[in-house]
């Protein structure tokens, strides 16, 4: 009988270190090394470095807006406008991934606004996604998120005016995202009860013009 609980006490300690292990992976993605380094930002004074670099993880979340990651790296550049190093921070905070949960048959979000960033620089970044959760083509659209971000580290803008982060992912042939168009619809056409029909016109009712009464001839008496 002791063996028989002590074995029980074994395994369930060893799913609860294993569930830890899992845990730490998977939500460690929401602290990225870009958060440091904002955190240390020469140019962001009076404290502003260790404000705007707390504000990394919150915008990495899973039920985060993905918008408001690259509002923040906005912020950042705003904060120093002009200063190497802060600008190549905002640009590693625009390329981190943002958690989500597959356990609940979650998946990832991306800002569908095409203003945003609205710095010119931090336009044309990719952000990374994850590659162990059996997203389809997630390997091969991360070499294309890297090469984004070192391409906007050299110096080298991409002109992706009027669209949006979302979009720039889709046209990079990655799809296996929330709110991602289903493949063979192009929005274009409406659908049938979404069109605007003429409003029926009513039949008028045709009126035979009225015969003036004839006079009857009087008979002589």
């Known amino acids: 009988m002791k063996f028989i609980v002590t074995a029980l006490v074994l395994s369930l300690v060893g799913t609860s270190v294993a569930d830890t292990r899992l845990n730490r992976r998977r939500f460690g993605q929401q602290?990225?090394?870009?958060?440091?380094?904002?955190?240390q930002l020469q140019a962001l004074k009076n404290g502003l470095a260790?404000?705007?670099?707390?504000?990394?993880?919150?915008?990495l979340l899973g039920a985060a807006d993905p918008c408001a990651k690259l509002q923040l790296a906005d912020t950042i550049v705003q904060a120093a406008p002009g200063d190497a190093a802060t600008?190549?921070?905002?640009?590693?905070?625009?390329n981190a991934e943002q958690?989500?949960?597959?356990?609940n048959n979650g998946k990832p979000k991306f800002c569908g606004n095409p203003n945003l960033p609205a710095t010119k620089e931090l336009r044309g970044i990719l952000p990374k996604i994850?590659?162990?959760?059996?997203?389809?083509?997630?390997?091969?659209?991360?070499?294309?998120?890297?090469?984004?971000?070192?391409?906007?580290?050299?110096?080298?803008?991409?002109?992706?005016?009027?669209?949006?982060?979302?979009?720039q992912i889709v046209e990079a042939g990655f799809t296996d995202f929330a709110g991602a168009p289903v493949a063979g619809n192009n929005n274009n056409e409406q659908p049938e009860q979404d069109k605007q029909r003429q409003?029926?016109?009513?039949?008028?009712?045709?009126?035979?013009?009225?015969?003036p009464e004839q006079e009857q001839p009087k008979q002589r008496e």
């Open 31 to 39: 602290n990225p090394p870009v958060e440091g380094k904002i955190g």
């Open 50 to 59: 260790g404000t705007l670099s707390g504000q990394v993880p919150s915008t």
């Open 87 to 94: 600008l190549a921070a905002a640009r590693e905070l625009v």
């Open 99 to 103: 958690n989500f949960n597959p356990a």
């Open 130 to 167: 994850s590659e162990v959760d059996n997203l389809q083509g997630a390997a091969a659209f991360n070499q294309i998120s890297s090469k984004s971000l070192a391409d906007a580290l050299a110096g080298n803008v991409k002109n992706v005016d009027g669209k949006s982060v979302a979009d």
């Open 199 to 211: 409003p029926e016109q009513p039949e008028q009712e045709q009126r035979q013009p009225e015969q």
